[in-house]
């Protein structure tokens, strides 16, 4: 039995994987993204102390819901709690439940074994340019590009995902780019571009921190789909 520290916990999640799912936000995160929309998850102040063991019991008893969706770990970022990850999905697979990785890949090791236990990847890609990568998250790409190779070697299934936002990475050009870039990955089930939204703002405000992209619009739902029809063709 490992201990970690979480955030949260949906029940009835829908959008985290297929089917039903219960959603497990780990806390932690090494990124600072600039669109970040959860700074309540960054560290493990006011997180809630769990057992792998109470994982795999909520899971046990509402089995019938999660026999034909499973359980999803997200964050924050999951992967920075590994031992408590790693015992989590192995329980979760002895009740024979599909498991999910929400992640942006950047964690502390141990990849081969986590991902050993777990059916499918959502993969948060930040951007495909060094540069780029910087300067949305503030760090370098090396965890990263640690945690695809070993993601890419074990050709586990993945959906990918990428927010899209205002005068950052909205062009044409950087779609075609991540179209290419996507093709390094054998098994991508499914590709998302996300528009960016200002749900989590307000967090920032109550938290006294200095929102980064202050006065930057939403993003427009009609050129995300725009961008979406040409990632597709």
Not at 14 to 19: I, Q, R, T, Y
Request: hydrophobic share 35%; net charge negative.
């Amino acid at each position: 039995m490992q201990t970690g520290y979480i955030d949260s916990i949906e029940t009835m999640g829908l959008v985290d994987g297929p089917g039903i799912r219960m959603v497990v936000f780990l806390k932690g995160c090494q990124l600072r993204c600039l669109y970040c929309h959860n700074p309540e998850t960054w560290d493990r102040v006011h997180s809630l102390l769990t057992t792998s063991e109470d994982i795999a019991f909520r899971v046990k008893r509402n089995l019938s819901y999660y026999q034909n969706g499973g359980i999803t770990f997200s964050g924050g970022e999951p992967l920075l709690q590994p031992e408590f990850l790693i015992d989590c999905l192995k329980r979760c697979k002895e009740l024979g439940v599909h498991t999910a990785l929400d992640t942006a890949g950047v964690g502390i090791g141990q990849y081969e074994e986590i991902l050993s236990y777990t059916d499918l990847v959502i993969l948060d890609i930040k951007a495909i340019r060094e540069e780029d990568y910087q300067k949305i998250t503030g760090h370098a790409m090396a965890e990263f590009e640690k945690f695809k190779e070993v993601l890419v070697r074990l050709q586990k299934p993945v959906w990918i995902r990428q927010v899209i936002v205002p005068g950052m990475n909205d062009t044409e050009e950087n779609i075609l780019e991540l179209k290419e870039y996507i093709k390094q990955f054998p098994k991508v089930e499914k590709v998302e571009l996300l528009p960016y939204h200002l749900l989590g703002v307000e967090k920032y405000h109550r938290l006294h921190i200095p929102y980064p992209l202050e006065g930057v619009p939403a993003m427009a739902e009609d050129k995300v789909q725009k961008l979406t029809e040409l990632l597709k063709r």
